[in-house]
């Protein structure tokens, strides 16, 4: 852009030099400033260029310059979105829509601190200062109440029932809209530092240009006896000179840097000095997960592949490699009483930090707060939001923050114990104890449905009144938001656990219409395509998990759907891949375990299949399969001891038939394991579901009693 020589200075009290400006106009830019001392030292640095107050303050430099040169090397400036209105202060405008809306020097300036202190009480005190400064001897507190009223005409706002200002009585005004902040950062051209002709002719050119190239030339005590006019006009102009340059680059610049398409949400780390709030750090990380998701111009990767990488120590682009995405989110969550501060970043997946924003809100708002988060997120990343999905980003209503907190350890409990049923009962004690606190708190509902569901799963007793557990929860949370995906996703996997095929089909479409990124209803149709015997395309569904879940369900569900499409080799290697990274994960072992029985590895599967025993407190689910291991490896007594326990069992708790046909295929009793599916069907046991295609069955189909069971489940 060319040098520009600026003069005078003052030295502000902490030793920077400033100069004086005669606008308002928050910015900042950086700029190559070259100097000498009185001594003839030379100096050459890096400095930011702040605006304080009433001074331009060029933050590096620490001495008293002879002589100063800038040059910029880059310019920042924010706009504020806030409903209908765009504020843009580097401009001093304001718009509603596409109209700009008047307002005079104080009232802007009164709104434009507002905004930038969102959220926060800002004090009549602090008001007047601006307005002001300080020791001005008018009717402040006359001004300051004619300043806000014309703030609010213009923002049609209602100081009784307020959209955008509240007022603290007796102490000042808070901004309480939800505001997305986007700023416009460009590169300023490089140019030989000294004195620079093309500097003088950028500025000649601009509304007061000669009076700043005449600055630049005069005497020193001349200019310091002339310094304000001068120094405004010079800073005016060097903004303008700027603004020009950077219009004319700014398209070629944004060009450089595509829209992102990719983004993960790393776990938010806990400030709070407290252990115990980790379930909040998390349970934020999980909502905004959940939040980006939605937008179907953006994939986001899962909570499960995302926890991971909590407290890893991985670089930024050792992580985008893993994970093959091109932005992460990363920030902090702070918790003091019923107020949290959210502090969330946006980073490149070149390690680049492009975006920062500080978020102080109640506990009571944290759905709103999570909303605002996801949208300006929405924006720095330029994703389209479009149709339904500003539906989806409304603020919802406030929660009470004790609901919202025993929403909180329902989840952290749910997702790290659901390996065993102690743990999803603790969730569900939560779960119950948040809707107790609000009645109408859809989120409590979907996760008490994900709950009900867990206990359903055949490792956990598969329970029938599990089910109707999650179709009443899911339904209420329905009722309550219809935007929500999760509980669309849990009444498909119940109607497809029932044989209701079409129904199931539909609710896992719609669960994808309103979050594309859900993880779970990719596996859960996956899994829909696999009872149907249409293996190639459950095999596809299955692999598309891995663009949204690296490491976490994705593996899993597609080594299920391999080992029913007889592909044992394939299901061994996707599950040996995910136990070095899940070495405890009971669904993993039980998984592998059923691939090595079937292809003929027992005394491979029995050593994990114990383990998967011990880590489940001895679940039914887990326990028929080792029964099974043990048989088919030569160790007949071991199992029918098993069966033994799993029949004492059946007389004080509930046993899945399923426990029973498992154990009794591994014997090759199969007149038993007829007598077992005779009951699974009445139960709509979990196994029935993959009847047409399951390995472990392949010794029954030739009879015809087996034909007529495919038939009457509805897959035949």
Not at 56 to 73: D, F, I, K, N, T
Not at 233 to 242: D, G, K, Q, T, Y
Not at 390 to 411: G, T
Not at 617 to 639: C, F, M, Q, T
């Amino acid at each position: 852009m060319g040098e520009v020589l600026v003069k005078p200075y003052v030295i502000d009290s902490e030793g920077f030099v400033c100069q004086p400006r005669s606008v308002s106009v928050p910015f900042e830019f950086r700029v190559a400033a070259s100097f000498e001392k009185g001594n003839g030292g030379t100096y050459k640095n890096l400095v930011t260029v702040e605006v304080v107050e009433d001074l331009a303050c060029y933050r590096g430099l620490r001495h008293y310059p002879q002589h100063l040169s800038l040059q910029v090397e880059s310019i920042t400036t924010h706009q504020f979105h806030f409903g209908e209105f765009i504020l843009d202060p580097s401009r001093y405008s304001l718009q509603r829509g596409e109209r700009s809306v008047r307002l005079e020097k104080r009232p802007m300036e009164l709104l434009i601190l507002l905004v930038e202190r969102r959220g926060a009480l800002v004090s009549r005190e602090e008001i007047a200062e601006r307005l002001w400064g300080k020791g001005v001897f008018v009717d402040v507190e006359h001004g300051i109440n004619t300043a806000m009223r014309k703030v609010r005409t213009v923002l049609r706002d209602d100081s009784e029932r307020p959209r955008y200002v509240e007022t603290v009585v007796g102490k000042g005004y808070r901004f309480a809209a939800p505001v997305i902040s986007s700023s416009n950062g460009q590169a300023g051209s490089a140019a030989p530092a000294g004195s620079s002709p093309e500097a003088a002719a950028v500025l000649s050119s601009a509304p007061g240009g000669a009076a700043a190239v005449a600055a630049a030339r005069a005497p020193h005590g001349a200019l310091f006896r002339t310094w304000l006019p001068v120094a405004a006009a010079s800073l005016l102009s060097l903004l303008i000179a700027m603004g020009f340059f950077l219009s004319r680059r700014g398209s070629a610049t944004l060009a450089a840097r595509p829209a992102i398409r990719s983004v993960a949400v790393l776990p938010l780390k806990n400030l709070s000095g407290d252990s115990t709030q980790e379930y909040l750090a998390d349970g934020m990380t999980e909502a905004l997960i959940s939040r980006l998701s939605a937008i179907q111009d953006l994939r986001v990767i899962s909570r499960t592949s995302i926890m991971r990488f909590k407290d890893t120590q991985l670089s930024i682009p050792e992580i985008a490699k893993m994970l093959g995405v091109e932005a992460f989110v990363e920030g902090s969550v702070i918790r003091e009483g019923n107020r949290i501060r959210v502090i969330a970043q946006l980073v490149r997946a070149d390690d680049q930090h492009f975006w920062s924003q500080t978020y102080d809100r109640d506990l009571t708002d944290a759905l709103a707060l999570q909303s605002d988060i996801t949208q300006a997120i929405a924006a720095r990343v330029e994703a389209t939001i479009v149709g339904r999905e500003h539906e989806r980003f409304v603020a919802p209503r406030p929660v009470s923050a004790d609901a919202y907190d025993s929403y909180l350890k329902a989840r952290f409990a749910l997702n790290t114990k659901s390996d065993k049923r102690a743990g999803i009962e603790e969730s569900i004690h939560y779960f119950e104890q948040a809707i107790n606190k609000d009645p109408k708190f859809a989120l409590a509902y979907a996760g008490l449905a994900a709950a009900h569901s867990e206990l359903g799963l055949v490792r956990n007793g598969g329970s029938p009144e599990a089910r109707q557990g999650v179709i009443d929860a899911a339904r209420k949370a329905l009722e309550l938001d219809p935007n929500l995906s999760e509980p669309h996703v849990l009444l498909a996997d119940i109607a497809r656990m029932q044989w209701n095929w079409a129904e199931s089909e539909a609710e896992y479409r719609k669960a994808l219409e309103v979050n594309p990124s859900d993880a779970d209803a990719y596996a859960g149709y996956a899994l829909w395509l696999t009872c149907q015997g249409r293996m190639d395309e459950a095999v596809n569904w299955a692999e598309r998990i891995r663009e949204i879940d690296r490491l976490g369900i994705s593996g899993n569900t597609l080594a299920w759907v391999l080992f029913n499409a007889r592909r044992y080799d394939d299901a061994i290697r996707e599950e040996r891949g995910l136990m070095a990274v899940l070495p405890d994960d009971v669904q993993v072992l039980w998984t592998l375990g059923f691939n090595l029985i079937v292809k003929g590895q027992p005394e491979d599967a029995i050593p994990l299949l114990e383990k998967a025993s011990a880590l489940s407190d001895r679940s039914s689910g887990v326990i028929d399969l080792l029964a099974a291991a043990y048989a088919r490896g030569g160790r007949r007594d071991d199992a029918l001891r098993i069966v033994a326990e799993l029949h004492r069992r059946q007389k004080a708790v509930y046993v899945p038939a399923t426990s029973f046909v498992i154990a009794y295929m591994g014997l090759g009793d199969y007149e038993q394991a007829f007598v077992w599916l005779d009951q699974a069907y009445k139960e709509k046991s979990n196994i029935l579901q993959f009847v047409k295609v399951h390995p472990l069955l392949d010794p029954l189909r030739g009879d015809p009693r087996f034909t007529y069971l495919v038939r009457r489940v509805g897959v035949g």
